[in-house]
């Protein structure tokens, strides 16, 4: 299967959770930008063409982070719910 292929199976998912339940749990661990979250639920807020968007409150404040497909593709995000 093309990489290409599964970043838009992804991208799918991901935009059909946002439509019908946008709040997941996640896993993160990128090095640029440094994020580092560990089973934290998260709002999907938007779903873009490359990248799509969530808010997180695990320090308190709310927090919106752009993240891109390719990383669930790698596995340096992990989607739990989906």
């Known amino acids: 299967m093309s990489d290409i ?3 838009e199976q992804i991208r799918q998912r ?6 019908s339940d946008p ?3 996640v896993n993160v661990s990128l090095r ?3 994020l580092h979250l560990n089973n934290v639920p998260v ?3 938007g779903v873009y063409r490359h990248i799509f968007q969530v808010e997180e409150t695990s320090s308190g404040q709310p ?3 752009a993240l891109q497909y390719a990383d ?3 596995h340096n995000i992990e989607l739990l719910d989906i």
Request: glycine share 0%.
């Open 5 to 7: 292929y599964e970043l």
């Open 14 to 19: 991901i935009l059909e959770r946002y439509r």
């Open 23 to 25: 709040n997941i749990r």
């Open 32 to 34: 640029q930008p440094k």
């Open 43 to 45: 709002r999907i807020a």
């Open 63 to 65: 927090k919106r982070h």
């Open 72 to 74: 669930v593709l790698t």
